[in-house]
């Protein structure tokens, strides 16, 4: 498919963020069961159920272009979840894995933020009122993400130090 104008990138934007969004739906649960410390598992577990809102959002801007719901593989979400996968497979005490866990979960979060800043934009200089209205939904439930892992990391970060010293 060539790329000829704003609509198109934002097609193509859509396309990969959906599949980077089916790609997270795998791994979240991965994350969930790494996860030692109960705050950090539940946030897991509640960003899977609103990342699978935000698929149907996605769904729902497919279909106002009258476009077919197709992802585009995503390469830079691959890369991403690869990452906190090799972080699983390390030996670390709870505190540390889950500080790891948090640093990988965040990166994630910072790059969904890019995208549903950048698809926001574009639908609002494309004049899609309604589809901007759902990217903004999902682009503030990332950032709230991000906040709340910072939070639990402020406590798990400390504790993650405490292991170094012993
Ligand atoms: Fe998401
Ligand atoms: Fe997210």
Redesign the pocket.
């Known amino acids: 498919m060539s790329i000829q104008n704003l609509e198109d990138l934002f097609l193509q934007y859509l396309k990969d963020t959906f599949d980077a969004?089916k790609q997270?739906t795998k791994a979240l649960p991965r994350m969930a069961k790494a996860a030692s410390d109960e705050n950090l598992k539940e946030a897991f577990e509640l960003h899977l159920q609103?990342?699978e809102e935000?698929i149907g959002r996605l769904e729902e801007i497919f279909e106002m272009l009258e476009k077919p719901a197709r992802g585009k593989h995503c390469a830079g979400m691959e890369g991403l979840i690869e990452e906190g996968k090799e972080l699983m497979q390390e030996d670390a005490p709870e505190a540390v894995m889950d500080a790891g866990l948090i640093a990988a979960a965040q990166k994630v979060e910072h790059y969904?933020i890019a995208a549903y800043g950048t698809m926001a934009t574009y639908a609002k200089m494309l004049g899609m009122k309604d589809a901007l209205k759902l990217l903004k939904q999902?682009l503030s439930?990332?950032k709230s993400t991000d906040e709340k892992l910072s939070q639990l990391a402020s406590q798990i970060n400390f504790d993650a130090q405490a292991e170094a010293v012993e």
Request: a negative charge.
């Open positions: 969004e997270l609103e990342t935000q969904e999902t439930e990332e």
